[in-house]
């Protein structure tokens, strides 16, 4: 467990160069501004139309390598981000993924396959963060396969090992004050909104002391397996964390209109 006060990381999905460069503008000054070093989680090959927000951004790359510069870490975020899978989920929070259940060959190639886009554009991803948290034994395999021994996911409150891989737990959606231990804030800049923005900064400027980098976090805080409490506590977040979604998803259903029967 770290002890206080806690510490925060800064984790950006759904990078890609056509986001809505708007919407990333208002994180990116919070960057700048407070001198952080995220996490930006980016897709190589993006064929998602639902990230398809506006025109390619001609400075996309050039943004991703300059903050890299200023220390942020790159995260391969996938590879196409088409999630299609319906396979069984290590942590399994959604019902399909990108990867989980894909044959590992063709998981070996897709991480393969990113990698070398990535660095193509003279970015150095040293974490992976797997769209809608979903990836399983293969996976795993796979990342070691290909160098990357470190996964942003998990609901533990340090790093911890698994399968031959370091796991930085991300837990939070909104910052949120906490206590002890390590928690990463995962923000969706194409769809956040003004007040998400706003309430980042308020947050930020009480605590920004309190934000770290995956490399501070790394130096400060070795990586190990995890205890039996820390597994059960886990375990307990990430149900309730399951129980939550299934919940929102039993009010959205009742709130649809019901068809007219023939």
């Known amino acids: 467990m770290i002890s206080a006060p806690a510490r925060y990381l800064l984790r950006f999905d759904d990078l890609c160069p056509t986001f809505s460069v708007e919407c990333w503008l208002r994180f990116q000054s919070l960057i700048e501004e407070f001198r952080l070093q995220p996490i930006l989680a980016v897709v190589p090959d993006n064929r998602d139309p639902e990230l398809q927000v506006s025109p ?67 970015l150095n991803p040293g974490i992976f963060v797997a769209p809608r948290h979903g990836f399983d034994a293969s996976t795993l395999a796979a990342l070691r396969a290909e160098g990357i021994s470190l996964l942003s996911d998990g609901f533990a409150r340090a790093p911890f090992l698994r399968a031959g891989v370091a796991w930085i737990p991300q837990q939070l959606w909104g910052p949120v004050e906490k206590d002890s231990g390590l928690w990463t804030i995962c923000v969706h800049a194409n769809t956040a909104h003004n007040a998400e923005a706003a309430q980042l900064r308020q947050f930020l400027a009480a605590h920004a002391a309190q934000f770290t980098s995956v490399d501070r976090v790394l130096f400060r805080f070795q990586p190990a397996t995890l205890t039996l409490a820390e597994r059960l506590q886990a375990e307990a977040a990430l149900w309730r964390l399951k129980l939550s979604r299934t919940a929102g998803r039993v009010r959205r259903a009742a709130r649809l209109p019901r068809s007219n029967s023939s």
């Open 56 to 122: 390619p951004d001609p400075s996309f790359w050039e943004r991703m390598r300059a903050l890299e510069a200023a220390g942020a870490t790159i995260g391969l975020h996938g590879y196409r981000h088409l999630c299609v899978s319906r396979g069984r989920s290590l942590l399994g929070l959604a019902l399909t993924s990108e990867f989980a259940g894909v044959a590992a060959e063709t998981q070996r190639s897709w991480i393969g396959d990113g990698l070398r886009i990535l660095r193509g554009h003279g």
